[in-house]
């Protein structure tokens, strides 16, 4: 039974009749949970589902809020957490088994927890939510308040557990990095703190992070200044630049998949790369386990194993592969090995052991639950089996009181039992399914797959279902099934607007009558069966989606179709619309479901895009065409979302379903809902489908996306609302009754005969073809009898038979002409392919269907349109490119790029192409010259203020304002005289004035470098302007020089063809380069592919050129006299003298006969002739040396002068170099300046980011010190009430005999003795099977622990207090009175005891925050440290400035292989000294190698008789010793032991196995002490802090002193000197008194002295008698 407590919060309370949930079927889709050993719960949908495991016994728990979020159980407690996924989720907490709510937490998450975990010990809850918060936080769930919790914005999470051992710790992980949170608690308040670890690389080597922050491994630079951050590089300053990183800095690291606990709190991590990771869970160190491959056990591909899931278990872990393999990994120390424990066909995606590891709990993916019992006879029990996909339709197995089935995407059907929801059988049809409906005239049940087919099932005996029967309507998919009430005929719905009907009898083979075309993509099908009637009407529902309207269609089908088909329908199986009376309707708007009234007068519609039910008349008289439905009556639906509707079997309740996930009983005649039930929410989509029984008891609701099936029953049932259902299913199953027994019998039929499942109808192929069809008609109905055909194919294919053989000759005479024309084409084709390429047409101009040749045409102009666009396009853009390239490269210029080449030799000379400077340039350099102007007349001032003038200067100074003049006309010509090597380049050489240049020792601040940089571009366009000019110069020359060329070439060329000479005239030409416009020009003869021209264009060239030819006819006339002037003097009218080497002597006419037929006139003219040929001759030959000369003498004149000019170029080369050279030291200078100001804005981001970081550590460290006062505060005053709660103990114990004493003292004595007893309370004895397997041990005590042993305790007091137990002859008041007064001890022990644990968390968390604090200390200490370096490098940096200094080759002299970076103790000198004294050297050196290789030979002699006299020595000695060791032999005990004794070997055994007891006892003994020192060590390290502390105190007071020291020197130091001089007299004044009065005194003692002497003399020679000698 489904328990559900949230009354309070359900927005739809019970209208009359009421629902229950009787049971709910689904599969996990999340981790199950372990309530206690016996029982497992898994969320599904809106329901948390508890198994028993033992009885399979099934408990459901049901959120009234929506779908079941997340869910988390805690074993000690035997409660139950679970989220809902609404708006602001709620976590509730539930007591198992009874199943009421223990608590609701609220929190601040606005969209859904993630992840759920209780711990061990305590009432402790940890939560996790996604998006926008991804907040972690702790409750105390007892309380339902929230200790502390930390946001992490952008941190996704995947798991989450809290050590076992120690609830103050907290791990979680994800895809990409794990961290473990602790827990810290002072008292009441509780905080969080993160510990990332650190991640292997994907390749399991330690990645070697250094400090970005503070890095100590950066490089030194000597030259280009510091090297700072990669940070500082980037210019970051914020908190980003803490973790700043490059991009080629960022390695891969491991991605973890799972991590569990370990019993010494530790973590195993499993990661996708095939790695396992243990970490130290206080030092975050993290250690890759390796593996040891065991030989004997080892099979092939063990190491590939993918983890998925992990569990922890004693000696090691248990990983579950992507092969369906479970693995037992036995750790220990650093290496695991890894043996097979399990094989389960599915992927585990989870494993969790019981509490107390007696079994092991395995998920696959699919959802099924096994469990892994441990034991001498381990068993593997199936607890839950899943079905294969989300349930995609349901219904009752006629009546519908007892099974009921359902069907899976993937063809798998179930037969579950209402009774308590257990799986009765489930067969797999192993194909797509869509749909599942159940005949109510027989046990058959039909099943719509997406390929078209329909398979009939038997279900007589629910727990062995069979398939009976497959039909094959067509190959479009199933998309409805629906029987008629009355089980007449199967209505099966197709995505191409088919809808087929079956007889739904099984005697009838399951005949397919015909199909009736409607609108594609139905939504809905409705049928009306009465028993009154002989008909079924249809309905059929359709969408519009053009129009936004919907459309129904109603036809009707007689009960006697089967017996009248063939006439109903035509040949290809189509009913006729005329004779099933097929109307049409449409509905204004669109709806997304539609029922047909029992009664036939109204239809009820459920819109799409509002929330109304509407119902709509039908209109009674008939008509043709399309009917408009106005609503007749129109309720609001409530549901969110589209839904569907359906009328219960009788007709008078009407079903709406909907996404918000409510199921709503209506009464079909006033819409009003009677009965609601929330089975599902708007998160899983809502409800998918609704099935009602035929008696209405029972319901089954099928969720949409939640995979869950949920079974309704009514709270009460009975009155008017069971009595026309009952009294309707009492009728219905009567007049039943006959059928279902004839049809149940054919279904046995059916099964014995075994039926092809692959039949599909009663119709097959005819084979018997009429023997006239020829073969080109078999192909048309021959089919491939191997496949199966659908049903209307086979139609269509029997229609196109008949019409085959009905048009026969017809179609026979249109296949002759089709021949005789395609004869006629070929032939056509065979003359095309022999005439000329451009006359051949195309293979489609022979196509004979002028359709297509026109659709051919058109495509062929649009493609062609296309290619032209495309090809415009192009252009266009290569246009534009140009433009943009031309505007920037050419036009931009205001010296446009060009070379010069020399006439003979190979120099190219090119100039500089220049941009004409901008206005702001232009202003900016101004600006620059005009403040170094002023700076330098200024720098004059100062110098002329600061110096002593002397008479001397003085007269200089007149004389120097006299010249001053002079002086500024010479000061640029002085500057230009500085040494080049000072200004680093070349530029003074072109003229450039370098005077107001800064020097380069000067350039410190960021503004000089700038301006200095402004006037270094200045200095390089001047450079370029002046090389530019003196280019132009040599361009005109050219010009000039190849215009004269071109001039004497001319002349050269006359003389050659007057001399008839073959020589080749040198022309001169400029080459592209020289004149780079003329690339810019396309000139027809560059274009290679012909223009195209238009037809019009075409023919205006024509006529133009008709009308030119006709202008020249009539513009030539008579040209008699031209040719008169070429008859008679050759056309000219006067003779040249450069015609004479063409004139001839014309021969007389008697020259053609022979000499002696000549008369003496004859002869006489031929010698004349002769002699006028011999001066032509002469002549002749005088022009042609004249012009020959004069030839040689252009030759070389031209010659000589383009030499000159390559000269003059080569010069202009040399020019060029040195330009270049000019330009490349200036732009190096502006780099090396460039690159210092680059440097200074990363030295300031550098400055500006610690300082960011000191502001925040400092908010940091008040934040830690305001807590460290906070916590010594309450620590302050827990200790005063410990105390005094310790006081109160005390004066307990002592005040006991004051009170008592009344009584003997004896029995005080007893009763003190039985004060001071407490009782023995017994521990809970741990199986000695369970304390083997439990990895953990005995864990920390929980709280409900300590409460109940406190109560345990309480219990043993009242034994204790038991009269029996008082002492003989006490007065029973008294004793009552001892009893009050033991308990209060007892009490107030306990509480002493809660104190001192409550005292000790407080000192830890003290501790802590002291440490957090001192080592922020330490931080803004070394981020001080730090600014003060780098404000030393800056200083440093600002004054190392970078020069740029001119050298000559051999100034400076380097060691070999040694590159110097500084050059403190460089000096220059001159070349030759170093060469003079290299010479020398090698003089020396060359003596030195010879008189050493002399010196080598010598000792070399002697060193080989040394060694031979030792040698020989030795050898001696050898002999000596061998002789003495064998008379001296010793035959020790051992050797004698090893030859007597048999079992030497074991001996020795025994005593390796002392040595080695005694090796582990000392190493043992050597552990103990290492770890005693260690002990003594860190406490001697924090005394040592302790002294660093103090000592930095006593500096800081040193400090003060010194500076109070200091003050008071500076003090005394102000006073004058006089008063010092005063000071210093007196006291040596006073001092000579002093000293003279105690001289005095000296001499006055003195004489008192000796006078006291002589009395004592005397005194004494008095008292001794005298004795006189005699």
């Not at 079927?25 to 969320?43: A, L, M, R, S, W």
């Not at 992990?310 to 592969?321: D, E, R």
């Not at 309905?539 to 109903?568: A, D, N, Y």
């Not at 006037?1015 to 530019?1028: A, E, G, P, Q, R």
Request: charged share 30%.
């Amino acid at each position: 039974m489904a328990h559900s407590r949230e009354r309070e919060e359900n927005p739809y309370a019970p209208v009359g009749a009421s629902l229950s949930v009787r049971w709910v079927q689904g599969f996990p889709k999340q981790n199950v949970h372990f309530v206690n050993d016996n029982t497992i719960c898994y969320p599904c949908g809106n329901f948390v589902i508890f198994i028993n495991i033992e009885t399979k016994k099934k408990t459901v728990l049901q959120c009234m809020n929506g779908i079941v979020g997340v869910v988390a159980t805690n074993v000690p407690y035997e409660v139950v957490a679970f989220s809902d996924r609404r708006l602001k989720p709620l976590i509730y907490i539930y007591n198992f088994p009874g199943l009421t709510r223990r608590t609701k937490l609220k929190g601040s998450v606005l969209l859904d927890y993630t992840l759920l975990s209780f711990s061990y010990c305590g009432t402790y809850l940890a939560s996790y939510s996604s998006l926008p918060e991804f907040e972690l936080a702790i409750w105390n769930w007892e309380s339902s308040v929230i200790l502390c919790k930390k946001s992490q914005p952008g941190v996704d999470v995947s798991h989450m557990t809290f050590n076992p051992m120690n609830w103050h710790q907290l791990c979680l992980s994800s895809p990409s990095a794990v961290t473990v949170w602790t827990i810290e608690k002072s008292n009441q308040e509780h905080y969080l703190k993160a510990k990332p670890i650190k991640l292997p690389m994907e390749d399991g080597s330690f990645y070697n992070e250094t400090d970005v922050v503070f890095p100590t491994s950066l490089p030194k630079d000597l030259i280009y200044g510091p090297v700072l951050p990669l940070s500082a590089i980037a210019g970051l300053v914020g908190e980003e630049a803490e973790t700043f990183r490059p991009k080629d800095d960022i390695y891969p690291s491991l991605h973890p998949i799972m991590h569990c606990w370990t019993a010494t709190s530790d973590l195993y991590i499993t990661c996708e790369e095939g790695h396992l990771l243990m970490v130290n869970a206080e030092t975050l160190k993290v250690t890759i386990l390796n593996k040891t491959e065991d030989t004997t056990t080892s099979r092939e591909g063990s190491h590939l194993i993918n983890p998925i899931t992990m569990a922890y278990q004693k000696g090691g872990v248990l990983i579950s592969g992507i092969d369906g393999c479970v693995y037992s990994f036995i750790i220990k120390d650093l290496h695991y090995r890894v043996e097979d424990f399990l094989q389960i066909e599915e992927l585990v995606e989870h494993m969790k052991f019981s509490p107390s590891y007696q079994m092991l709990l395995i998920q696959t993916e699919k959802g099924s639950v096994y469990i892994y019992t441990f034991g001498e006879e381990p068993t593997f029990d199936n607890v839950l089996e899943a079905c294969d996909g989300k349930f995609q339709s349901v219904d009752f197995i006629s009546p519908g009181n007892e099974y009921c089935m359902t069907l899976t995407h993937s063809g798998e059907v179930c037969v579950w039992c209402l009774e308590d929801g257990t799986c009765a059988s489930r067969i797999y049809l192993n194909t797509p399914s869509t749909v599942l409906a159940c005949s109510p005239s027989s046990l058959s049940v039909a099943v719509g797959t997406q390929g078209g087919f329909v398979h009939f099932l038997d279900v007589r005996n629910p727990e062995a279902p069979r398939p009976i029967f497959k039909a094959f309507p067509s190959k479009w998919s199933v998309q409805h099934l629906i029987y008629d009430q009355r089980g007449i005929y199967l209505l099966v719905g197709t995505s191409e607007g088919c809808i087929f009907i079956i007889n739904a009898n099984p005697s009838s083979l399951f005949q397919i009558l015909g199909f009736v075309e409607v609108g594609k993509d139905s939504l809905q099908i409705s049928t009306v069966s009465l028993l009154e009637t002989d008909i079924v009407e249809v309905m059929v529902l359709s969408p519009l989606p053009e129009t936004g309207r919907s459309r129904l269609e109603i036809f009707t089908l007689p009960k006697t179709l089967p017996q009248v088909s063939t006439s109903f329908a035509d040949e290809r199986g189509r009913l006729r619309d005329e004779l099933i009376h097929k109307y049409l309707y449409e509905i204004e708007h669109p709806l997304s479901s539609a029922v047909l009234d029992y009664q036939s007068h109204q239809v009820y519609g459920f819109c799409n895009h509002v929330p109304y039910i509407c119902s709509y008349l039908l209109p009674e008289d008939e008509h043709s065409g399309i009917c408009i439905l106005k609503p007749y009556q129109k309720v609001q639906s409530k549901h969110y979302g589209p839904g569907i509707l359906s009328l219960s079997p009788h007709g008078l309740w009407l079903t709406t379903i909907a996404k918000g996930g409510i199921l709503c009983i209506r009464d079909v005649h006033t819409l009003e809902t009677f009965a609601r039930s929330r089975s599902h929410s708007h998160q899983g989509h809502g409800i998918q489908s609704a099935r009602i029984s035929i008696d209405g008891k029972n319901i089954l609701v099928n969720g949409r996306d939640d995979g869950t099936l949920v079974y309704l029953r009514w709270r009460r049932f009975g009155g008017n609302l069971a009595n026309d259902i009952l009294e309707y299913c009492q009728k219905l199953l009567m007049s039943l009754s006959n059928t279902m027994d004839k049809e149940n019998d054919h279904l046995s039929i059916l099964q014995r005969k075994s039926l092809n499942l692959g039949s599909t109808s009663e119709h097959t192929i005819n084979e018997d073809t009429n023997p006239s069809i020829d073969s080109s008609q078999e192909e048309l109905i021959l089919v491939d009898n191997s496949k199966e055909i659908p049903w209307i194919q086979q139609k269509n294919q029997e229609a196109i038979r008949r019409e085959v053989k009905l048009f026969y000759n017809k179609r026979k005479e249109i296949k002759a002409g089709i021949k005789a024309v395609a004869k006629t084409v070929l032939t056509m084709m065979e003359e095309n392919e022999a005439v000329d390429h451009i006359a051949k047409l195309d293979q489609k101009e022979f196509g004979l269907d002028l359709e297509e040749l026109e659709r051919l045409r058109h495509e062929n102009e649009e493609e062609v349109a296309k290619i032209r666009k495309d090809v415009e396009m192009h252009n266009l853009v290569k246009a534009y490119l140009a433009e943009l390239i031309k505007e920037e490269c050419w036009n931009a210029m205001t010296v446009k790029g060009r070379a010069l080449k020399c006439f003979h030799m190979p120099y190219v000379v090119e100039n500089f192409p220049m941009k004409e400077r901008t206005d702001k340039e232009l202003k900016e350099l101004k600006r620059v010259l005009q403040q170094r102007k002023i700076e330098t007349e200024c720098l004059k001032l100062w110098k002329q203020i600061a110096e002593v003038q002397s008479a001397i200067t003085l007269v200089k100074k007149h004389r120097e304002e006299e010249d001053e003049e002079e002086e500024e006309d010479d000061a640029a010509l002085k500057t230009s005289n500085l040494p080049n090597y000072l200004l680093g380049s070349l530029s003074t050489e072109f003229g450039v004035d370098a005077s107001l240049l800064s020097s380069q020792f000067e350039l410190h601040s960021r503004e000089e470098k700038i301006n200095q940089i402004i006037l270094l571009k200045d200095v390089i366009y001047k450079v370029k302007t002046v090389f530019n000019n003196e280019f132009d110069a040599a361009y005109k020359q050219k010009e000039f020089e190849v215009a004269r060329v071109k001039e004497r070439n001319v002349r050269i060329q006359e003389i050659i063809s007057d001399l008839d000479l073959e020589e080749v005239v040198w022309q001169p030409e400029f080459d592209d380069c020289e004149k780079p416009e003329r690339i810019l020009v396309v000139e027809d003869k560059e274009i290679t592919v012909h223009k195209f021209v238009s037809p019009w264009k075409k023919a205006k060239k024509e006529l133009t050129m008709n009308r030119e030819m006709e202008q020249q006819l009539l513009t030539q006339g008579s040209d008699t006299r031209q040719r008169a002037l070429m008859d008679m003097m050759g056309g000219v009218l006067e003779v040249k003298k450069e015609d004479i080497l063409r004139m001839e002597i014309p021969q007389p006419a008697f020259m053609a006969k022979p000499d002696a037929m000549w008369s003496e006139e004859e002869r006489k003219q031929f010698k004349e002739y002769e002699k006028k040929v011999k001066e032509l001759n002469e002549e002749r030959d005088k022009y042609r040396k004249s012009l020959e000369a004069e030839m040689k003498k252009l030759q070389n004149s031209i010659q000589e002068s383009t030499q000159n000019f390559d000269e003059h170029l080569k010069r202009l080369f040399q020019r060029r170099v040195k330009a270049e050279i000019v330009v490349n030291q200036e732009e190096l200078k502006i780099n090396n300046l460039a690159f210092s100001l680059l440097l200074d804005e990363e030295i300031s981001s550098r400055e500006a980011f610690l300082n960011n970081y000191l502001m925040r550590k400092q908010e940091e460290k008040s934040q830690t010190s305001e807590a460290i006062q906070k916590a010594k505060e309450n620590l302050d005053v827990y200790k005063e009430h410990y105390d005094n709660l310790l006081a109160e103990d005390k004066v307990l114990d002592r005040s006991f005999k004051k009170e008592f004493s009344e009584i003997p003292s004896h029995q005080v004595d007893i009763l003190y003795k039985l004060f001071k007893r407490r009782p023995r309370i017994p521990k809970q004895k741990i199986h000695s099977d369970t304390s083997s397997i439990v990895p953990f041990g005995e864990r920390p005590e929980s709280g409900k622990l300590n409460k109940d042993a406190f109560a345990q305790l309480m219990k043993a007091m009242d034994d204790l207090d038991n009269i029996s137990n008082m002492p003989e002859g006490l007065d029973p008041l008294v004793w009552n009175h001892f009893c009050i007064t033991r308990r209060a001890k007892v009490e107030n022990e306990q509480k002493v005891k809660q104190k001192a644990a409550g005292l000790m968390e407080m000192m830890a968390f003290l501790r802590r925050r002291t440490e957090e604090d001192e080592k922020l200390q330490q931080e803004i200490e070394k981020v001080f440290h730090e600014r003060i370096v780098l404000q030393e490098e800056k200083a440093r940096f600002q004054l190392n400035l970078t020069i740029q200094i001119l050298l000559k080759q051999g100034q400076v002299e380097l060691e070999n292989f040694q590159l110097l970076l500084e050059y403190p103790d460089a000096i220059l000198i001159n070349k030759s000294i170093i060469e003079d004294l290299n010479s020398v050297i090698r003089t020396q050196g060359q003596k030195k190698v010879a008189s050493m290789t002399e010196s080598k030979d010598v000792h070399k002699g002697i060193f080989q008789i040394e060694w031979e006299h030792k040698k020989m020595e030795m050898e001696m000695e050898d002999l000596n010793q061998k002789a003495w060791d064998i008379q001296m032999l010793f035959f020790s005990r051992d050797r004698q032991k090893f030859l007597n004794e048999p079992n030497y070997e074991t001996l020795i055994a025994i005593q390796i196995g002392i040595m080695e007891q005694t090796i582990a006892v000392l190493d043992k003994t050597h552990k103990k002490n290492v770890e005693n020192r260690k002990k003594l060590l860190k406490k001697l390290g924090r005394y040592s802090n302790q002294k660093d502390i103090a000592n930095y105190t006593l500096s800081c007071n040193l400090r003060e002193e010194l500076v109070a020291v200091s003050e008071r020197k500076d003090i005394c130091n102000a006073i004058g000197s006089q008063l010092t001089c005063e000071k210093i007299a007196k006291e040596r004044y006073e001092n000579m008194m002093q000293q003279q009065a105690l001289t005095n005194i000296s001499q006055q003692q003195a004489e008192q002295l000796s006078v006291l002497q002589a009395e004592v003399e005397r005194l004494r020679m008095k008292t001794f008698p005298a004795f006189v000698q005699m």
